[in-house]
């Protein structure tokens, strides 16, 4: 599975804050990912307020066996976008009970491009074999800096 990510290089690439975030509790440390370059950009723009223009953009690839398809409509209800205690909770949860073996992230519908097969894809930074399972490379590409 082929993913974009849009990051500062102040930090290595495959680096995670553990900040509170849409899919995880404050202190569970994931990196998150999107499957397009425009959807990752999108999520910097929406969540930070802008893209600063010394951000990078890295290529993150992993085997599909390592990521699980989760429905939050099912795991959490219709109004899922709005209930970000509740996505947050279930994230850490789940980053929790897959600590070990193959399975290192979970892929989830964007929640900004709604029903057009946008996703996003929380990856465990904790697990052991990240490193041997998922490939960061930083691209050369840049960001416009006609964006905000």
Not at 137 to 146: E, F, G, M, S, W
Request: overall charge negative.
């Amino acid at each position: 599975m082929r993913l974009w990510r849009i990051a500062s290089p102040a930090f290595p690439p495959d680096s995670a804050s553990g900040s509170l975030g849409r899919w995880n509790q404050k202190g569970t440390r994931v990196i998150y990912s999107s499957t397009s370059k425009a959807l990752a950009t999108l999520e910097v723009l929406v969540n930070r307020g802008a893209v600063p223009k010394e951000f990078i953009i890295i290529d993150i690839e992993m085997p599909d066996e390592c990521v699980e398809d989760l429905d939050p409509v099912a795991r959490i209800g219709e109004d899922w976008m709005t209930q970000r205690g509740l996505t947050s909770e279930y994230g850490t949860a789940w980053m929790r009970g897959h600590s070990e073996g193959p399975v290192l992230a979970f892929r989830v519908p964007s929640s900004i491009l709604q029903g057009d097969g946008q996703y996003n894809v929380v990856i465990n930074a904790e697990h052991p074999q990240l490193m041997e399972l998922v490939t960061f490379t930083v691209l050369p590409d840049r960001i416009d800096v006609r964006l905000p």
